[in-house]
């Protein structure tokens, strides 16, 4: 196992941002923490505090006991070995709730090369979709529905460098030769940080969920009107496309 990651869970304080250029420019930034972990170590607090904060399997896809079992089996379907470690970059649940946005897992070879990633994308509805990608080709089809001012359309390109000291994610939305959306996600690394920390910041978890829909108030009263998600497959199982795996070449 390499030793690359010596030292895990590592905590980063955290910008997101969203950039929004079509059909109405618009842009905010949320503060967070997010938490780099490894799957085959996952950070627990001593009973009975362990339930006030925890990376629980529920949520995140599949049914197995562990989140490391579901996305092994995710992987096996596609055809994909086991990797001989997965990292992830993701939320705790703290007192009951947990939204995260994006959960990007990296897999890793015995020599601590990242070979794949899956990027976990969920929505405000409660439904969520996993693209898989070789970490050579990041790039995908979208195939779910998130923001209720797009349709699924287009397709992502997504830049997931290994978390160092700096942790900087992006993900961008192309569509017919245009970049409509921009998400970002960047921040520094928190020396010493344990689970713990996380039981004096109960509102932060909330927080990203409340200021995506205070934003999306903000863009309805300018104008803006939602696509319709009747025809649209919102939640995990619902599609075959769910768990599909995008192995585009390099340009």
């Known amino acids: 196992m390499s030793a690359a990651f010596a030292g895990l869970p590592w905590c980063y304080d955290v910008e997101i941002g969203h950039r929004r250029r079509d059909p109405l420019p ?12 490894d799957l085959d170590d996952l950070p627990r607090l001593p009973a009975p505090w362990h339930r006030l904060a925890r990376f629980d399997a529920r ?3 599949g ?7 579901n996305v092994d089996r995710l992987l096996a379907e596609h055809g994909v070995r086991r990797p001989d470690r997965v990292l992830m970059l993701a939320q705790p649940r703290v007192y009951g709730h947990v939204f995260n946005p994006l959960t990007v897992f990296y897999c890793l070879a015995a020599d601590g090369s990242p070979e794949y990633a899956v990027a976990e994308v969920r929505n405000t509805y409660g439904g969520r979709h996993c693209y898989v990608m070789r970490f050579d080709a990041l790039e995908t ?3 779910f529905y998130v923001s209720p001012f797009h349709p699924v359309d287009g397709s992502y390109t997504m830049r997931l460098p290994l978390p160092g ?8 939305l192309h569509r017919a030769g245009q970049r ?3 998400a970002t ?7 010493g940080t344990s689970l713990a920390a996380t039981l004096r910041r109960p509102l932060e978890n909330r927080a990203v969920m409340a200021g995506i829909r205070r934003h999306g108030i903000a863009l309805y009263l300018r104008g803006l009107r939602p696509y319709s998600r009747s025809a649209v497959p919102d939640s995990e199982g619902s599609t075959d496309d769910h768990h599909r795996v995008t192995t585009y070449p390099h340009d």
């Open 180 to 182: 409509p959306f921009v």
């Open 141 to 143: 089809e979208k195939a």
């Open 165 to 172: 000291d700096r942790l900087a994610v992006s993900v961008t």
């Open 59 to 61: 949520d995140h896809p």
């Open 185 to 191: 996600m960047t921040g520094t690394r928190r020396p």
């Open 63 to 69: 049914g197995l006991p562990s989140i490391r079992a």
């Open 26 to 37: 618009y842009a905010f930034r949320n503060r967070i923490r997010t938490w780099l972990v």
